[in-house]
């Protein structure tokens, strides 16, 4: 198992909570967590328990981008949270693919 403050997931690869610079990120007094789509792998920010979203990732957000996301951003697929959010974790490589380990803590 592998803990972060607000997700628990028992993948050892995946990014949560306590891997991203939390001061990267204005929101609110809420803890920011990468987010990827099970379909198409595409990475966004969101904010736990809020549910604030960044899906434009080429600069460093420092505001809203947009309200809780309920689809895919990229491929439009509808996105359940019921089962939390630990289904929805990238691995590091994702991360790291995608030109965001500037999100990581080092």
Request: proline fraction near 6%; charged fraction near 20%.
């Amino acid at each position: 198992m592998r803990f972060g403050n607000h997700v628990i997931t028992a993948d050892a690869n995946a990014v949560t909570d306590v891997d991203l610079d939390q001061t990267a990120i204005t929101c609110c007094d809420g803890v920011v967590v990468l987010l990827c789509c099970p379909a198409c792998r595409a990475l966004w920010l969101h904010c736990d328990p809020h549910g604030h979203s960044w899906v434009d990732l080429t600069t460093t957000p420092r505001k809203l981008d947009r309200p809780r996301v309920d689809k895919c951003p990229s491929c439009g697929k509808g996105l359940h949270f019921d089962a939390g959010l630990a289904t929805f974790l990238p691995s590091r490589s994702e991360v790291f693919a995608a030109d965001l380990a500037r999100y990581l803590v080092t």
